[in-house]
């Protein structure tokens, strides 16, 4: 897993939990975008969704992902764009269901 509390050259502090390097399809919603893609780091706090398709930073969406065992709904924040590349989302707090299945599915991915 990647590390935690990374520093962006500015000072300010990039996540505060760490991200595993996944490979999951999702459907990403949000100001009057639909678009299919994949994440390829996921964590507690948030994930990054690989795309060209601009968001906008500070822009409000949901991303729904098709883990194996099931289909996780998050709501976020889009924090910051590498164009060309995608984007990272930190999350709203997560539901306890949704929080307990994330957890449980990223120790099985760290495994």
């Keep these: 897993m990647g590390s935690t509390n990374q520093t962006l050259p500015s000072g300010q502090r990039r996540r505060q939990h760490p991200r595993c390097p996944v490979s999951i399809d999702c459907q990403v919603d949000g100001l009057s975008t639909g ?12 994930c990054f969704v690989d795309t ?3 968001f906008g930073t500070g ?9 194996p065992s099931d289909k996780l709904v998050f709501t976020g924040t889009v924090l910051y764009e590498l164009c060309g ?3 990272g989302v930190g999350f709203d707090a997560l539901p306890e ?8 599915f990223l120790r099985e991915a760290a495994q």
């Design 85 to 87: 590349y995608g984007f």
């Design 97 to 104: 269901r949704t929080h307990e299945q994330l957890e449980q």
């Design 59 to 67: 822009g409000r969406i949901t991303i729904t992902a098709a883990l």
């Design 35 to 46: 678009l299919s893609t994949r994440l390829s780091e996921l964590g507690i706090g948030g």
């Design 52 to 54: 060209r398709t601009a």
